[in-house]
Structure formats: structure tokens, C-alpha cells
Nanobody, 125 residues
């Protein structure tokens, strides 16, 4: 059982930047696909990024392409989501998830096996 905990959310002004972290209870980056999802109020959950170090692939949703990126964190079991040029439409609960497959990674929630509880990001002036 993999446990995931997100952190780093908060209130940010439009145009600002944020770093969200996903901390795992064990070493997962070499063997699991990691995905980031978000859910805005009244909307369905959206897969925004998935990445796998085993096949060196990262996929982005069109809505975040060019503004969002992921990379390993400073701590051994963390992966960070960097968000730039935040917009009010980015307001959502951001959640990380881990998947054993299939490869290449997908942005569909049913393909993920373990989930964090999420962290709130609010973009407002």
C-alpha cells in the first residue's frame, strides 16, 4: 500500500507561481507512474500530468501545457508539480496518484491505484 500526501497549496494571485509536492510513503518513482489531477468546484476531476521514470515519458493535458511541469523533489520520496502563470481557472483541489500501469502513462483516473487527499489551490486577486 502506497500512501501519498500533497502539500504546498494556498491562495495565489493571478500570474503567480506555486510548487506543490507529493510525498510517498516509500520509493515509488522508479516503479510507478505518477499522475497529478485536479478538481474544480462543480467540475469533473481532470488529469493534468502523468510521468514515468521507467520509460522517461511525461504527458500533459492541453489545459496546462507550457505552464505546468513535474520533477523529483529535494527529498528522496517526493515529486513536485511546478505551476506558473496561474489563472483563476486553475483554482481546484490538486491530487497526486500512483499507478502500476499500463504504460505509457494515461491521464484517466481509473488507471491509478493509490491516491492522496489533495491540496487546495485558489487563484484570486
Amino acid at each position: 500500500q502506497v500512501q501519498l500526501v500533497e502539500s504546498g497549496g494556498g491562495l495565489v494571485q493571478p500570474g503567480g507561481s506555486l510548487r506543490l509536492s507529493c510525498a510517498a510513503s516509500q520509493q515509488v518513482w522508479d516503479t510507478y507512474i505518477i499522475g497529478w489531477f485536479r478538481q474544480a468546484p462543480g467540475k469533473e476531476r481532470e488529469g493534468i500530468i502523468c510521468t514515468s521514470e521507467s520509460d522517461h515519458r511525461t504527458s500533459y493535458a492541453d489545459s496546462v501545457m507550457g505552464r505546468f511541469t513535474v520533477r523529483r523533489g529535494d527529498s528522496k520520496n517526493t515529486m513536485d508539480l511546478y505551476i506558473n502563470d496561474l489563472k483563476p481557472d486553475d483554482t481546484a483541489v490538486y491530487t497526486c496518484a500512483a499507478s502500476i500501469g499500463p504504460y505509457p502513462c494515461r491521464l484517466q483516473a481509473p488507471t491509478y491505484d493509490f491516491w492522496g487527499r489533495g491540496t487546495q489551490v485558489t487563484v484570486s486577486s
